[in-house]
């Protein structure tokens, strides 16, 4: 049995993975879409240890909508990174916003406890109202 350093197609599309949209199919309706990835990992910046966590997102749409399998492929690219609960958060909120501009958005990493500590972040973000 040979040993093939190959990359597999999973991870190949991990790393090609980029937050993509559709157009919103109700443009002028307002509702809340509610995503939940429980299966977020990221490596702790210090350690090295694996951090594990549930990662929630609500958002209002605007003008896009964004696909659900890039949404999971985007998260699954933390996997590896070295980056703090609060800098994790705040990039998907980031990340979030500039591709798909929505008129709210809530990013909640509920992590899982290590060392009897056990860790929430939520940030929000919502659209400046335009004066006219």
């Known amino acids: 049995m040979t040993n093939h350093p190959e990359v597999k197609y999973g991870e190949r599309a991990?790393?090609?993975?980029?937050?993509?949209t559709f157009p919103n199919p109700r443009i002028g309706r307002k509702y809340d879409i509610h995503v939940a990835l429980?299966?977020?990992?990221?490596?702790?910046?210090?350690?090295?240890?694996?951090d594990?966590?549930?990662?929630?997102?609500?958002?209002s749409p605007d003008q896009s909508v964004v696909e659900l399998k890039?949404?999971?492929?985007?998260?699954?690219?933390y996997r590896d990174r070295y980056i703090s609960h609060e800098e994790v958060i705040n990039q998907i909120l980031d990340d979030f916003v500039a591709a798909c501009n929505p008129l709210e958005v809530s990013i909640k990493g509920?992590?899982?406890?290590?060392?009897?500590?056990?860790?929430?972040?939520?940030?929000?973000?919502?659209?400046?109202d335009n004066p006219s």
């Not at 890039?70 to 690219?77: D, E, M, R």
């Not at 509920?110 to 400046?128: A, K, Y």
């Open 110 to 128: 509920d992590f899982s406890p290590r060392g009897n500590v056990h860790t929430v972040i939520e940030v929000h973000h919502r659209q400046e």
């Open 14 to 20: 991990i790393l090609e993975g980029e937050l993509i």
């Open 52 to 59: 594990f966590a549930t990662i929630h997102i609500t958002y």
């Open 70 to 77: 890039a949404l999971k492929l985007y998260i699954n690219s």
């Open 38 to 50: 429980p299966e977020f990992t990221c490596k702790c910046p210090f350690s090295g240890y694996p």
